[in-house]
């Protein structure tokens, strides 16, 4: 072609989104219609990336005016927008006023109670509480530390198995025999530091008395904006 690309005929994609304000929904449909010659190259910053696209300059000018007439975005993007929208209000609704933190708490985006009140297998009271108490366990109280010492407890007898001979599954196979499954040990501490969550959640207003300590399960997790 004879001249670096973007300085002579051709463009890459990127940077005609920029200079010419398009969408890649825009450009698509340009190049199906065959209002614009498209051409596939390396990637020049990525080896192992994709393959860059380059487009011809006179093209877009030529036929900007009706390329800008196309929708901008296509009806999978319109769709997916919706659906970010609307998790992102169902996040909203879920948010509530941490007092020690002294911010507004709303759920991790992987968090699956959020995702069992998204599709309506949880109530808005129900999935609140369990993201409040899970919030308050993780932020608030010694859990985390607490499962950080088991974890480093087990790993330092694994190694001390290793250095004595013995081999990958048997060291783990010792120590699950020794200190107890990593699971279970986690669960005890989930439910002692539950219970403290509650307590602290119902001296902070934010949970009403009750008789009984619901129990927890995974479906769990917040995070600060």
Same mark, same amino acid.
């Given at each position: 072609?004879?001249?670096?690309? *973007?300085?002579? *005929?051709?463009?890459?994609?990127? #940077?005609?989104?920029?200079?010419?304000?398009?969408?890649? $929904?825009?450009?698509?449909?340009?190049?199906?219609?065959? +209002? /614009?010659?498209?051409?596939?190259?390396? $990637?020049?910053?990525?080896?192992?990336?994709?393959?860059?696209?380059?487009?011809? %300059?006179?093209? /877009?000018?030529? $036929?900007?005016?009706?390329?800008? #007439?196309? @929708?901008?975005?296509?009806?999978?993007?319109?769709?997916?927008?919706?659906?970010?929208?609307?998790?992102?209000? &169902?996040?909203?609704?879920?948010?509530?006023?941490? @007092?020690?933190? *002294?911010?507004?708490?709303? @759920?991790? !985006?992987?968090?699956?109670?959020?995702?069992?009140?998204?599709?309506?297998?949880?109530?808005?009271?129900?999935?609140?509480? #369990? +993201?409040? /108490?899970?919030?308050?366990?993780?932020?608030?109280?010694?859990?985390?530390?607490? %499962? *950080?010492? /088991?974890?480093?407890?087990?790993?330092? !007898?694994?190694?001390?198995?290793?250095?004595?001979?013995?081999?990958?599954?048997?060291?783990?196979?010792?120590?699950? $025999?020794?200190?107890?499954?990593?699971?279970?040990?986690?669960?005890?501490? !989930?439910?002692?530091?539950?219970?403290?969550? %509650?307590?602290? +959640?119902? &001296?902070?207003?934010?949970? @009403?008395?009750?008789?009984?300590?619901?129990?927890?399960? !995974?479906?769990?997790?917040?995070?600060?904006?």
């Amino acid at each position: 072609m004879g001249r670096k690309k *973007g300085e002579g *005929g051709w463009i890459y994609k990127s #940077t005609a989104k920029k200079r010419f304000g398009l969408t890649d $929904n825009q450009i698509r449909m340009a190049i199906e219609a065959g +209002l /614009i010659e498209a051409k596939q190259m390396k $990637n020049p910053n990525y080896r192992s990336g994709p393959p860059a696209t380059i487009l011809k %300059v006179e093209d /877009i000018m030529k $036929n900007l005016d009706k390329i800008t #007439t196309f @929708p901008k975005l296509s009806d999978r993007e319109k769709a997916a927008r919706n659906v970010y929208a609307d998790r992102t209000r &169902a996040r909203k609704r879920l948010a509530f006023w941490c @007092p020690r933190c *002294g911010e507004y708490v709303r @759920p991790l !985006r992987d968090s699956t109670m959020f995702e069992a009140y998204y599709v309506k297998a949880a109530s808005e009271e129900e999935a609140k509480r #369990t +993201l409040m /108490i899970a919030h308050y366990r993780h932020a608030h109280t010694e859990y985390e530390n607490a %499962v *950080g010492r /088991i974890r480093e407890m087990r790993y330092r !007898r694994y190694k001390q198995l290793r250095e004595e001979g013995c081999d990958f599954e048997l060291a783990w196979e010792l120590v699950n $025999n020794e200190l107890g499954s990593l699971e279970r040990e986690v669960g005890r501490l !989930r439910e002692v530091y539950t219970k403290e969550a %509650v307590e602290l +959640l119902k &001296a902070d207003g934010l949970l @009403p008395e009750e008789r009984q300590t619901p129990k927890t399960n !995974r479906m769990e997790g917040l995070t600060p904006d």
